[in-house]
């Protein structure tokens, strides 16, 4: 077990592996990384756009713009962390 602070402050207990110890902690993103998130902060606008254009207005392009967003929050994590969660 790991022991973790919680969010209130108070110890808290997890299984180890379930997820890295630093999941939770700020990444500050490395000079080339904050170049590959603004690429992909860039490649997910113009297709944000594209989709605004084309999808008729409806559940259907609402949900597909937030799924796009959160695609798009999944794509900087996987800039900044490992597999395992640790930072890179």
């Given at each position: 077990m790991?022991?973790?602070?919680?969010?209130?402050?108070?110890?808290?207990?997890?299984?180890e592996?379930y997820?890295?110890?630093?999941?939770?902690d700020?990444?500050?993103?490395?000079?080339?990384?904050?170049?590959?998130l603004?690429?992909?902060?860039?490649?997910?606008?113009?297709?944000?756009?594209?989709?605004?254009?084309?999808?008729?207005?409806?559940?259907?392009?609402?949900?597909?713009?937030?799924?796009?967003r959160?695609?798009?929050?999944?794509?900087?994590?996987?800039?900044?962390?490992?597999?395992?969660?640790?930072p890179?």
């Amino acid at each position: 077990m790991t022991r973790l602070m919680s969010v209130e402050g108070s110890m808290t207990s997890r299984q180890e592996g379930y997820m890295h110890p630093r999941t939770f902690d700020r990444v500050d993103p490395t000079p080339d990384q904050q170049e590959q998130l603004r690429r992909l902060r860039v490649a997910a606008e113009v297709y944000a756009n594209t989709l605004d254009e084309v999808l008729p207005e409806g559940p259907d392009k609402t949900f597909t713009m937030r799924q796009l967003r959160t695609v798009a929050m999944w794509a900087n994590v996987a800039v900044t962390r490992q597999a395992d969660g640790s930072p890179r």
